[in-house]
C-alpha cells in the first residue's frame, strides 16, 4: 500500500512539474484583467510605480488620441514630496509636454484608499469615462475596487507593462516571484475585506 502511495505521489510530482507553464501561466494570468484602451474622458495613473512604467503608457494614450490628458495619483510620503510631483518631471524629461498631466495629490494607502479618493476627483473634474492605467498585474484587483468605488463611472483598465513580471514567465525571475507573491496576497486580503 505504501509503495502505491509513493509512486501515485511520484507520479503526481511528475505531471506537475511537466505541466507548470500551464498552472503558473494561470496564476499569473488570473491577476491580469485588461482590455484595449478606447476614447475616454481622461486617463488616470494609479500611484505604486517606481519604474515610471504607467506614466509613460498614460502619456502614450494622450499622443495617441484616446484621451486629452492624465490625471496622476500621488500619494505624500516620498521625502515630502506626493508621487505625483516625481512621476511628471520623469514623463516629462522622457520628452511627453508637462500640459499633459493633472496633479492628483491625496492621502492614500491602499487602492482601496486611492480608489474612493480617485472616485471623488474624477466626478469632481466632470468625468463620465476613464482609463485607469496601472501595472499588468494590478489590473484585476484594482478593476474590482474601482468599479465598486465608481459604479456611475465608465472604466476601462489599461495595463502597463512590467519589466519584470509577465503573466506567462513570472516565475522565472525573482522580482517576478516576489511580484505576484505580493499581488496574490493583496488579491486573497481583499477578497476578505482586510
Request: net charge positive.
Amino acid at each position: 500500500m505504501r509503495r502505491k502511495l509513493a509512486g501515485g505521489l511520484v507520479v503526481a510530482a511528475l505531471v506537475l512539474f511537466l505541466s507548470r507553464a500551464v498552472w503558473l501561466g494561470w496564476i499569473g494570468g488570473y491577476l491580469v484583467q485588461a482590455q484595449p484602451p478606447q476614447k475616454a474622458d481622461i486617463a488616470l495613473v494609479l500611484a505604486g510605480d517606481g519604474r515610471g512604467n504607467r506614466i509613460v503608457t498614460a502619456a502614450e494614450l494622450v499622443k495617441q488620441g484616446f484621451v486629452p490628458r492624465v490625471l496622476v495619483s500621488g500619494p505624500d510620503g516620498n521625502y515630502g514630496l506626493h508621487e505625483c510631483d516625481l512621476e511628471i518631471p520623469f514623463a516629462v524629461k522622457a520628452g511627453y509636454p508637462e500640459a499633459y498631466f493633472v496633479h492628483f495629490e491625496n492621502s492614500a494607502r491602499s487602492t482601496r484608499e486611492e480608489a474612493v479618493a480617485a472616485a471623488g476627483e474624477l466626478r469632481k473634474l466632470g468625468v463620465h469615462r476613464v482609463l485607469v492605467v496601472t501595472s499588468d498585474y494590478h489590473t484585476r484587483r484594482s478593476a474590482r475596487m474601482y468599479r465598486e468605488a465608481a459604479p456611475d463611472l465608465e472604466i476601462t483598465m489599461v495595463a502597463a507593462p512590467d519589466t519584470h513580471f509577465s503573466a506567462d514567465g513570472w516565475w522565472k525571475n525573482r522580482e517576478g516571484q516576489k511580484t505576484a507573491l505580493y499581488e496574490w496576497m493583496k488579491t486573497i486580503a481583499s477578497w476578505v475585506n482586510l
